[in-house]
């Protein structure tokens, strides 16, 4: 059983079309990060969100926590190709143990 | 300054082989970590080095499982008898400190290793 689970696991679309990805837990976190992986390459964080209710914009993403935090939202808008890749949620089990949830494949189509 | 890197990038090994991935941390980073991932899934927490306490080996699958950080700085995954379900990417990250939350991680390339 995933901890942290998110939907949809894969996503293709339209370039200019809005998304929106989810990721959901039965259990708190007192933060959680979002990555995103190209092929062949590591994660990078995009953003750590750290207060119920947080509202983080990063260009055309915006990302949200949960009021509980217990979930976090990854909305972009007007998608681009560049923005393909694997998305990544992510939380702190004690201060040094990360656990991801499986991804959301994002494909963006010309 | 140079990321975090490591070797090789690619390994293919027969099973009952043993591995050994490497990973250089970021200069001055004290905290390293192991992560396995599997095909197109999220990662898997292996293993968690800082300074010189003793390493956390919660997330390692197997006693053919082990990691060892030299001198606070190069890790070595060794994976002994590797097997069939050993085969994915092998991530290593590093970070500042650690054991604080929401510390940013840096993760190298990864290592895939394909066990015939």
């Known amino acids: 059983t995933q901890l942290l689970e998110q939907s949809p696991q894969f996503l293709s679309i339209q370039e200019g079309e809005n998304l929106t990805v989810y990721c959901n837990s039965s259990?708190?976190?007192?933060?959680l990060q979002w990555y995103r992986q190209e092929p062949g390459e590591g994660p990078v964080l995009l953003v750590t969100v750290v207060t119920g209710g947080e509202v983080k914009k990063l260009k055309r993403l915006t990302f949200q926590f949960g009021d509980a935090r217990k979930d976090s939202s990854l909305h972009i808008t007007a998608a681009q190709p560049g923005d393909t890749g694997l998305y990544l949620c992510?939380?702190?089990?004690?201060?040094?143990?990360?656990?991801f949830g499986q991804g959301t494949r994002l494909t963006i189509n010309p | 300054g140079a990321g975090v890197s490591q070797s090789p990038s690619n390994k293919v090994t027969e099973k009952g082989k043993d591995v050994e991935l490497r990973c250089d941390p970021i200069?001055?980073?004290?905290?390293l970590y192991w992560y396995r991932q599997s095909l197109g899934q999220g990662l898997e927490f292996l293993i968690y080095f800082q300074g010189n306490s003793a390493p956390d080996k919660s997330g390692l699958p197997s006693d053919r499982f082990s990691a060892e950080r030299t001198g606070g700085s190069v890790s070595t995954l060794t994976i002994q008898r590797t097997q069939q379900e050993d085969s994915a990417v092998y991530l290593c990250a590093s970070s500042l400190q650690g054991g604080r939350e929401a510390e940013t991680q840096y993760f190298g390339p990864g290592t895939r290793l394909l066990v015939l």
């Open positions: 992510a939380g702190y089990q004690g201060a040094q143990k990360l656990v």
């Open positions: 200069s001055g980073h004290t905290a």
């Open positions: 259990s708190v976190f007192s933060s």
